[in-house]
């Protein structure tokens, strides 16, 4: 049964990076068929994926154009979990950040988001 | 970029009670990409339904989707108690990989 267990601060100030981790157990971030994502829920914006990282022979990264040059998403081998940078952050960041896997087969990721963490609530704030 | 938009924005109902949901998109989607999660309060996502009529590991025959292009369909051919909750629609083929805005079903 794969589990994905999120960790990281719920509280950032403006202008600082929103650092959170996304810990799996019973699938591999190498693994072939997955892909780790990130999504944010929020009142004003909804849910808004904002990208991905997998392992196909070498590591590839999927970002949302809305946040693209302030995001990072790295997988972690050693300790078999992924995590998201966010920089310069506004309260407009301010919502529930959630990790996921989609499954993926033949290089086709068809299976939808099966698996969640349990949700982080950011708040940015000074 | 695709816009999901779901109808109607809640959805008044009594158990034992059909639920038709619905997703349309702002341009034609590849039906193998198009998915629906039920959300309940304080929960993360739950993913029902993947490429627009396939169930996901454990959910009850009562759930299915259908469609393609720009409509798709969630329907709940008799509400259990437990099915009042948020469901939303998403593509998840390409960037932007976008959700819709979600349907309340409630207890009328």
């Known amino acids: 049964q794969v589990q994905l267990q999120q960790s990281g601060p719920g509280l950032v100030k403006p202008s600082q990076t929103l650092s959170l981790t996304c810990a799996i157990s019973?699938?591999?971030?190498?693994?072939?068929?997955?892909?780790w994502n990130w999504i944010r829920q929020s009142p004003s914006r909804g849910l808004e994926w904002l990208g991905r990282t997998y392992y196909r022979s070498k590591w590839y990264y999927d970002y949302v154009v809305s946040v693209k040059s302030r995001i990072t998403i790295n997988p972690d081998t050693s300790k078999n979990q992924f995590s998201l940078q966010l920089n310069s952050v506004t309260p407009e960041d301010t919502a529930v950040y959630y990790c996921?896997?989609?499954?993926?087969?033949?290089?086709?990721?068809?299976?939808?988001?099966?698996?969640w963490g349990q949700g982080t609530t950011v708040t940015v704030s000074s | 970029e695709i816009v999901l938009t779901q109808s109607p924005g809640t959805l008044s109902l009594s158990p034992g009670e059909r639920a038709t949901l619905s997703c349309r998109a702002s341009?034609?989607?590849?039906?193998?990409?198009l998915a629906w999660y039920q959300q309940k309060p304080g929960q993360a996502p739950r993913l029902l339904i993947y490429?627009?009529?396939n169930r996901a590991t454990g959910i009850p025959d009562r759930f299915s989707g259908s469609g393609s292009g720009t409509d798709f369909t969630l329907t709940i051919s008799r509400l259990e108690p437990e099915d009042f909750a948020v469901y939303f629609c998403?593509?998840?083929?390409?960037?932007?990989?976008?959700f819709g805005q979600g349907t309340k079903v409630e207890i009328k």
């Open positions: 996921s896997r989609v499954g993926c087969s033949n290089g086709t990721c068809l299976d939808g988001m099966d698996v």
């Open positions: 341009q034609s989607v590849s039906s193998s990409f």
């Open positions: 490429g627009a009529s």
């Open positions: 998403q593509q998840y083929g390409w960037s932007p990989r976008p």
């Open positions: 019973g699938d591999s971030v190498s693994s072939n068929s997955a892909a």
